[in-house]
């Protein structure tokens, strides 16, 4: 079965960071892009960063030059680097993913369960 896992949440400090794992699993026969999004409570799920099979990248303004998505194609996992992180940032963190599993012939997207994340003093 083909799943995504985020690790790496928690509780941080204002201008702290963290970093975020997503881990794909399963009979993968290919991955296309991987996602970050984040919920927070009362707010729609909203889209963070966006990194292609190729490596390019994309971010949403309010995190741009404090968030870095990167990706292990190796290891079929994509990273959320945060810094700075202020309260606003807090939400649950969503792994989001087009892949294709070997037992079928085409893509899908998956989701992950998400990994809260909580910036308080």
């Known amino acids: 079965q083909v799943q995504l896992v985020e690790t790496g949440g928690g509780l941080v400090q204002p201008g702290g960071s963290l970093r975020l794992s997503c881990a794909a699993s399963?009979?993968?026969?290919?991955?296309?892009?991987m996602r970050w999004y984040r919920q927070a409570p009362g707010k729609e799920r909203e889209l963070v960063a966006a990194i292609t099979s190729g490596g390019s990248t994309n971010y949403a303004d309010s995190v741009k030059g404090r968030f870095t998505i990167s990706r292990d194609n190796a290891k079929n996992t994509v990273y959320l680097q945060m810094n700075d992180l202020e309260p606003t940032d807090t939400a649950v963190y969503y792994c989001n993913a087009l892949m294709t599993p070997r037992t079928a012939d085409w893509a899908r997207i998956y989701w992950g369960r998400g990994t809260q994340v909580t910036v308080s003093s």
């Open positions: 399963g009979n993968i026969y290919s991955i296309n892009f």
